[in-house]
């Protein structure tokens, strides 16, 4: 129950929490957009403590990847993010389409890019990175029989 409820004691809709979540921390966004705070630099103990209070529950991430990117890294950063699953999640369909190969690629990757909607953990997880990198790198390097 209380992993639902972000450790907090209502009976809040957990999309909600993070709805008010969300807008706390989009004023910290708008000082450093293009720039962010840096990697790993945002969620300092002010920071925590700060936002913790405003939402009743302790706070220590911002329960979205994405926007956990934009406050350390910035637009570019979540830019680069998108650039970067897009051409790898489409080249995935691809192989799937075209040869019948990859589906736990694309599988994977659906899931990371979801799940980063509301779940910060994704990227922090080594063996998802490294399914993530070993599924871009069974597309990239392909047999010679495949290229076409």
Do not use: K
Not at 19 to 39: H, I, K, M, Q, V
Not at 124 to 143: D, K, M, N, T, Y
């Amino acid at each position: 129950r209380c992993g639902l409820l972000l450790n907090r004691d209502t009976n809040a809709d957990t999309m909600t929490v993070r709805y008010e979540l969300w807008t706390t921390l989009a004023p910290y966004f708008r000082e450093r957009p293009l720039t962010g705070y840096g990697c790993g630099a945002f969620w300092t103990p002010e920071h925590i403590s700060d936002i913790s209070a405003s939402q009743g529950w302790h706070v220590g991430e911002a329960h979205s990847s994405y926007l956990d990117l934009l406050l350390a890294l910035g637009v570019p950063g979540l830019l680069l993010l998108a650039l970067a699953l897009t051409s790898i999640w489409i080249a995935a369909r691809r192989e799937v389409i075209l040869y019948s190969s990859s589906t736990f690629t694309v599988a994977i990757l659906t899931f990371v890019i979801f799940n980063s909607l509301t779940e910060s953990a994704a990227y922090a997880a080594p063996e998802l990175v490294f399914l993530l990198f070993w599924g871009a790198a069974q597309i990239i390097i392909r047999p010679d029989d495949r290229c076409p």
